[in-house]
DNA sequence: ATCCTCCCCTAC
DNA sequence: TAAGGTAGGGGAGGAT
C-alpha cells in the first residue's frame, strides 16, 4: 500500500529539504558566492538581538546572502551555509522556486529578509508573523498583497498595473468570447471573488492556456524536433543535399595550419561530439529585428514589466516567470525561471526591458538552426527547440584535413547569419563534455575539451552543471560529507568511494555520478526516437467547486490528449491519474496568482484491456481513478492523465506520412504556416475499445472506500 | 531476483 | 495578476 493514502506525505519522504543550496547554483556567476560558510570574518559585535537565532538564506535575497551572514554575525546570530533541520531556525528567502516551495514541510518557516533589516532598524528582535511567506494566508488575495509588500525590500509600489494598456501586443482570445458554449451555465462573474474567473472552469480556459504555455511549448517543441530529426533520416533526398552541403563547404574552406594538424580520429573508435544550443534563446529572438536592444538587460515574462517610461520607481509584486533573460540582465544575479518581482525591486535593474512571447518566432528561428545544421549531417540527437548534440565524427573525417573548431566556427556564422541569432557549441571526446564545453563558451562562442586536457576540466566543473545532477541529489551528497562545502568533480572524485555513490545515491545513479565526475560517458547518440509516453498536465488555474465541474475539464483534458496521440499514431495500454492537492497547511490561494501552490500529490494506473486513444475511454477511465483520491474538490490544484505503454499505429512497414510529412510543424497551437491538419475525427478505426470496465487491473484489492470525492464545506 | 506501482527528480 | 508542461530515468518497497 505504498502509495495509496499518500495525501499527507506529499512533500514528505523528502525528509531534509537541506542544504539545497539553490543560492549556490544562482549564484554561479556571482561574486558574492565564495564560500558562504566559515567565512570566519571577524565581524564585529554590534549587538545580541539574534542571540539563539539561526537563518539559512535559499535563493536570491536583498541584501544578498553574505550580506545577512554579516548582520546576523554582528548581531548575535548564526548563519547556516546549508540547511539542517535541527540547528536552523528560519529561512530566508524572498522569492522561493516554486519547485521549493512544495517541498517546505509544516514546520520550515520562510521569513522574507526584510524580517532582518527591520529588527536591526529597531534593534530588538521582532516577532516574524508577519514577514513569513508560506503559510496560511487566510483567504482574501487583499491579504495575501499586504502579507508580501511587507517583507518586499523596498516598499514597492503595487499599483501601477495602471490601467489596462489595451493592445500592446496581441492580447486577443477570450476577452469576450463569452459564447458559452454549450453545457456550462454561465461561466462568467459569480464566484465569490470576481477574479475575471480565468480558471479551468473557464470553456476556453484550456486552450487559451495551452496557447500561453511556454512550458508546454518547450515540451511539445521538443517532441517535434526529435520526430523531425527522425522523419528527415528516411528521407533519400536528403542525403543529396547533405552531400552537396558538404562539397560545398570542401570548396570554399580556407584551411590553415591546425587544420592539416588536426589528426586524431585514428582508425581507433575515436568520436567527436558537438553540443550546440542557442543563446538566451527567447530574448534572441525576440530582438533579432532589433539587436541594438540587446546590451540592455531583457527578459521574455508574460507581465508586461513595466516599461518605466516615467522615471518613477517602477514595478510592483510580479510572480510572473522569466521564461529567459540575456546576458547583460545575468550581469545582474537574473536567471531564467526566477519570478520577475525580486529582480525589477532591485534599483540597479529597475530598467530591464520585459519583451512578451513571439512562439511563432522561436518556432521559425528553432526550425532555422536545426535546418542549418541537419543540412550537414544526420547525425543529430535533438534535445530541444533550442538545442541538440551531433556526432561530429563521420563529418570531420569527411572533410578531412580539417580541424572541428574550424568547422563549428563556419556552422555558427551561417547559423547567426539565417537566424540573426548567437549559439554557442562545445567539442569534446564524449556527450557530457561538449555539453559543459558549451556552457564554458556561452555566450556567443565555442570550446573545445581537448585530448589531454580532459580531467583538469572535469574537475573543476561544478557538480550542479553536470546534466541529470540537481539540488537534491547535490544535497544528498552534501548530507553525507558535513566538513566540505562539495561543489566540484573533485570533491566527488576525492571523496566519495562507488560504493559510497551508490549506497548514497542508488546503484544507477551512484555510477552514473561516479563516471560523470571523471569526465567518463559511455552514451552514444540516440537515433532512433520512441516516445515512451503521452500525456498532458495542468497545474494551473484549477480551481473547482463541485466534481461536476471537474468533470468537464476532464472531458477536455481527455479530447486534448486523445488528439495527442493521434498526431504521435500511437495508442496505450497503461492509463496514469495524478492530482495535486492543496497541502492542509498551505494557504487556499498561493503565491502565485492561479498556482498550485503547495500541493500533495498522488498518482494512480489502470491497466486496460486493449491499445487505445480512444477519447471516451480515457474520459472514462479518468473519471473512475479520480474517484478512487479523496480529496475535497475545491483543494485540487492539478490534474494529469498520462498514457504509457504505447504502441505505433503504423504498420511500421507502412507509408507514415499522412498529409506530407509532420514537418517541424507540429503541435496545434504552434503550427506556423501550414493550415491545420485536422488533428480530431476519424475514431472510426481502432478496435473496439469498449470502456474495458473490469480493466486487467491485475489484483490490487482496492479497498473499495467511499470513492466519492465529495466537495465538502 | 524481478516486477510493479507510486512516487521523485531533472531538464528544457 | 498569470498562464507552474511534460518526457524520461530511476529509486523504494511491496508483490510475485
Ligand atoms: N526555466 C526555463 C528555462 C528555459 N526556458 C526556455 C527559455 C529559453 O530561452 C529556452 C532555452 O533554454 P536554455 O536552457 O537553453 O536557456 P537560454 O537559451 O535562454 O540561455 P542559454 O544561453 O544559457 O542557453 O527555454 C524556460 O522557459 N524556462
Ligand atoms: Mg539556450
Ligand atoms: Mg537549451
Known amino acids: 500500500m505504498a502509495g495509496r493514502a499518500s495525501a499527507q506525505r506529499g512533500d514528505n519522504g523528502w525528509g531534509e529539504w537541506g542544504g539545497y543550496m539553490a543560492a549556490k547554483k544562482r549564484k554561479l556567476e556571482e561574486q558574492f558566492d565564495k564560500d558562504c560558510m566559515n567565512n570566519v570574518q571577524q565581524h564585529e559585535r554590534k549587538s545580541n538581538i539574534f542571540h539563539g537565532i539561526s537563518i539559512f538564506v535559499d535563493g536570491h535575497t536583498e541584501p544578498p546572502a553574505d550580506e545577512l551572514k554579516k548582520l ?12 539542517s533541520k535541527d540547528k536552523v531556525t528560519y529561512f530566508i528567502s524572498n522569492n522561493l522556486p516554486y519547485a521549493k516551495i512544495r517541498k517546505l514541510k509544516p514546520n520550515d518557516k520562510v521569513v522574507g ?5 527591520d529588527c536591526i532598524k529597531q534593534n530588538k528582535l521582532l516577532p516574524t508573523h508577519d514577514y513569513e511567506m508560506y503559510k496560511d494566508i487566510t483567504k482574501s488575495r487583499g491579504q495575501t498583497e499586504l502579507n508580501f509588500k511587507r517583507i518586499e525590500p523596498m516598499k514597492i509600489i503595487t499599483s501601477d498595473f495602471n490601467v489596462p494598456n489595451s493592445d500592446d501586443e496581441e492580447n486577443n482570445s477570450f476577452e469576450k468570447t463569452s459564447s458559452s458554449s454549450s453545457e456550462t451555465e454561465e461561466i462568467q462573474a459569480e464566484d465569490d471573488d470576481n477574479l475575471s474567473a480565468l480558471n479551468a472552469k473557464h470553456p476556453k480556459f484550456l486552450e487559451t492556456f495551452l496557447k500561453r504555455s511556454r512550458l508546454h511549448y518547450l515540451s511539445s517543441a521538443a517532441v517535434a524536433k526529435k520526430v523531425y530529426v527522425q522523419d528527415l533520416r528516411k528521407k533519400s533526398e536528403h542525403r543529396l543535399l547533405i552531400e552537396k552541403q558538404r562539397e560545398e563547404l570542401k570548396n570554399k574552406l580556407q584551411r590553415t595550419e591546425r587544420d592539416y594538424l588536426f589528426k586524431l580520429n585514428d582508425e581507433k573508435k575515436d568520436k567527436i561530439y558537438m553540443h550546440i544550443d542557442m543563446d538566451c534563446f527567447f530574448v534572441s529572438v525576440a530582438t533579432r529585428n532589433q539587436p541594438e536592444l540587446r546590451d540592455q538587460p531583457i527578459a521574455i515574462t508574460h507581465s508586461k514589466g513595466k516599461k518605466s517610461t516615467t522615471s518613477n520607481e517602477n514595478q510592483f509584486y510580479s510572480r510572473s516567470e522569466i521564461s529567459s533573460c540575456n546576458y547583460a540582465a545575468r550581469q545582474y544575479g537574473v536567471r531564467n525561471g526566477m519570478y520577475l518581482a525580486q529582480e525589477l525591486c532591485r534599483n540597479h535593474n529597475a530598467k530591464i526591458l520585459c519583451l512578451p512571447y513571439d512562439y511563432e518566432g522561436f518556432h521559425i528561428v528553432s526550425d532555422l538552426f536545426y535546418n542549418t545544421v541537419l543540412s550537414y549531417t544526420l547525425d543529430v540527437e535533438a534535445v530541444s527547440c533550442d538545442e541538440m548534440y551531433v556526432d561530429l565524427t563521420d563529418l570531420i573525417l569527411y572533410l578531412k584535413p580539417l580541424h572541428p573548431l574550424t568547422f563549428i566556427s563556419l556552422l555558427r556564422e551561417e547559423i547567426q547569419l539565417n537566424t540573426k541569432c548567437p549559439c554557442s557549441a562545445g567539442l569534446a571526446s564524449n556527450m557530457l563534455l561538449a555539453r559543459l564545453a558549451t556552457r564554458q563558451a556561452k555566450p556567443n562562442g565555442q570550446f573545445y575539451v581537448e585530448k589531454g586536457y580532459e580531467q583538469e576540466f572535469i574537475s573543476k566543473q561544478k557538480i550542479l ?15 553525507n560529507c558535513s566538513h566540505h562545502t562539495i561543489e566540484i568533480c573533485k570533491q566527488i572524485q576525492n571523496l566519495f568511494s562507488l560504493e559510497q555513490l551508490k549506497t548514497i545515491l542508488g546503484k544507477k545513479q551512484g555510477q552514473t555520478i561516479y563516471d560523470m565526475s571523471r569526465g567518463i560517458d559511455m552514451r552514444t547518440l540516440s537515433k532512433d526516437y520512441l516516445p515512451k509516453s503521452i500525456s498532458i498536465d495542468i497545474n494551473y488555474g484549477i480551481r473547482f467547486q463541485t466534481f461536476d465541474e471537474l468533470t468537464l475539464f476532464i472531458k477536455q483534458l481527455s479530447l486534448e490528449l486523445h488528439k495527442r496521440l493521434k498526431q504521435a499514431k500511437q495508442k496505450g495500454k497503461q492509463l496514469t491519474v495524478k492530482i495535486r492537492v492543496r497541502s492542509l497547511n498551505a494557504p487556499i490561494e498561493p503565491e502565485k ?7 500533495d500529490d498522488s498518482s494512480r494506473l489502470i491497466n486496460l484491456h486493449s491499445y487505445t486513444d480512444d477519447v471516451t475511454t480515457i474520459e472514462s477511465e479518468t473519471i473512475k481513478l479520480l474517484k478512487q483520491f479523496h480529496f475535497i474538490v475545491a483543494d485540487l490544484r492539478g490534474v494529469g ?3 504509457t505503454q504505447l504502441q505505433s499505429t503504423t504498420k511500421t512497414t507502412h507509408g507514415q506520412d499522412i498529409n506530407g510529412t509532420r514537418t517541424l510543424f507540429e503541435c496545434n497551437q504552434f503550427r506556423v504556416s501550414k493550415p491545420a491538419i485536422s488533428i480530431d475525427n476519424d475514431d472510426t478505426n481502432q478496435n473496439a475499445d469498449q470502456p474495458s470496465e473490469s480493466s486487467v487491473t491485475r489484483k490490487r484489492p482496492i479497498q473499495q472506500e467511499q470513492t466519492t470525492t465529495i466537495a465538502r464545506k
Not at 552543471?465 to 548530507?479: E, T
Open 593 to 599: 496568482f492561479m498556482g498550485c501552490g503547495r500541493t
Open 465 to 479: 552543471d553536470l546534466p541529470g545532477i540537481g539540488l537534491s541529489l547535490l544535497d544528498k551528497l552534501q548530507q
Open 113 to 117: 529578509s526584510q524580517w532582518i533589516i
Open 641 to 643: 492523465i498520462t498514457i
Open 72 to 83: 546576523m554575525i554582528e548581531h548575535g546570530g548564526v548563519y547556516h551555509a546549508y540547511y
